[in-house]
């Protein structure tokens, strides 16, 4: 089969991509390697940039959330027995909104299949051949078991941290600049109505604490762990009152509630550059991963697909060979500014390992970094600035 644009993924990057590329008249064909039900189960993320927003109303995918997302203006940060609020909007005139990525996801999956997008779930064998040459291929088993082909103008690489696409750059032409942190996060979906109006990132020497939400009656809690830690040895009620004592301040209570689904998310800085290898373009977790703390992969994923959606649009459509020159140079930029934030965050925010020769060193700089940080506007405003992702524009 041909195509003008193969895409390897049917997470946020490959979904939105089609979308950008059909609202401008380029064809493009969708492989994903999980099931379509696996891909709509899916749970991670919740914070979403107000640019991020912009992007995907622009596109048409974001009614859903208009309607049930929650706009909030601020966040706490919080040590023992200290809670403190950043104005956003106050700091910055920025807000984020709160709407999961399985929504977005869900969304994006019902706009695609209604206008006709061709996704071929639940495939096997993944390949990217000739990505160096004018005449890329995608090769894969499908569902049924019959092996297919995919001749394309160009591949996009929107196959996440595990994926094929990535690993097709041959190492000789690629960097990689990586740290894995030495702890984990648990995290729970319950259905319990949030006990915060906005979220609230806690440090507290049993380690970090936070609390985030999906809707007036499902929360979403995370709590630092060991990252050999299996899942199996978190009960409900050993996880809830870890939440209680990381979190507790005088006159709050935490409300507990079923758990609807928890896992464990080890905790990694990565970016891979470049993100273009001949006719191949990497966006999203196929490229680059950050700590989970500052809320920026998803993010991240659609600043890059926007870039890439745009770029690809301008040359398939005007022969202009400008912007996809630049993509991957352009797309870094945002890429080390939001691993710099979430590198940043995460370091203020998590107990050292008892071992780290530092963690006295580490521990002062962490409750001066939260001082700073919680009563200087300037420092206020650097945090909200990145926090909304206001600091660079939306390409
Ligand atoms: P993915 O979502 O990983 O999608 C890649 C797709 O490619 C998947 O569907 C995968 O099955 C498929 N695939 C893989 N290999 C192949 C193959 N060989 N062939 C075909 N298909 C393949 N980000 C935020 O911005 N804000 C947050 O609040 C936030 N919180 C998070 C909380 C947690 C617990 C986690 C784990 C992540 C969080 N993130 C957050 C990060 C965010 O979820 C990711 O950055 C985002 O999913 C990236 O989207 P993607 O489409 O690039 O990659
Ligand atoms: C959520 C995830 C994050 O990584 C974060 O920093 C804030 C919220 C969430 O899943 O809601």
């Given at each position: 089969m041909r195509t003008q644009v193969a895409i390897v993924g049917s997470g946020p990057s490959g979904l939105l991509l089609s979308q950008i590329l059909a609202k401008h008249g380029v064809e493009s064909v969708i492989v994903e390697n999980r099931s379509k039900d696996y891909v709509l189960a899916r749970i991670r993320a919740g914070v979403i940039e107000h640019g991020a927003v912009d992007v995907l109303t622009q596109y048409g995918v974001a009614d859903r959330l208009h309607r049930e997302g929650m706009r909030h203006d601020g966040v706490y940060l919080q040590w023992p027995g200290e809670r403190h609020r950043i104005d956003f909007v106050e700091s910055c005139g920025h807000s984020v909104w709160v709407y999961g990525q399985t929504e977005i996801t869900k969304d994006m999956i019902e706009i695609r299949e209604a206008d006709g997008q061709q996704i071929f779930w639940d495939v096997s064998d993944t390949a990217i051949h000739?990505?160096?040459?004018?005449h890329p291929r995608v090769t894969f088993v499908d569902a049924d078991g019959s092996q297919q082909s995919i001749e394309a103008d160009y591949v996009a690489g929107c196959d996440g941290f595990h994926g094929v696409s990535r690993q097709t750059i041959p190492e000789s032409v690629r960097t990689v600049r990586e740290r894995v942190y030495p702890y984990a996060w648990l995290g729970i979906l319950a259905e319990v109505a949030p006990s915060t109006d906005e979220l609230i990132y806690a440090l507290h020497p049993d380690g970090f604490a936070m609390h985030s939400m999906r809707s007036d009656h499902v929360s979403r809690l995370y709590l630092q762990v060991h990252p050999d830690e299996v899942i199996e040895s978190w009960s409900d009620d050993r996880i809830w009152t870890a939440l209680s004592t990381r979190m507790a301040i005088d006159g709050w209570e935490l409300r507990s509630g079923p758990t609807l689904e928890k896992s464990i998310t080890p905790m990694r800085s990565f970016v891979s550059a470049p993100m273009r290898w001949g006719r191949l373009f990497l966006a999203g977790d196929a490229s680059h991963i950050v700590p989970p703390t500052g809320a920026k992969g998803l993010n991240l994923a659609i600043a890059d697909v926007k870039r890439l959606g745009t770029a690809l649009v301008s040359k398939i459509?005007?022969?202009?060979?400008a912007l996809l020159d630049r993509y991957s140079d352009d797309a870094l930029e945002r890429v080390w500014l939001s691993t710099h934030f979430s590198w940043w965050m995460t370091s203020m925010l998590h107990m050292p390992p008892d071992?780290?020769?530092d963690r006295e060193f580490l521990l002062q700089m962490q409750m001066t970094q939260l001082k700073y940080v919680t009563t200087s506007t300037a420092a206020m405003t650097g945090l909200a600035e990145n926090y909304t992702g206001s600091v660079l524009p939306y390409p």
């Open positions: 000739d990505a160096d040459t004018d459509n005007d022969g202009s060979d071992t780290d020769p």
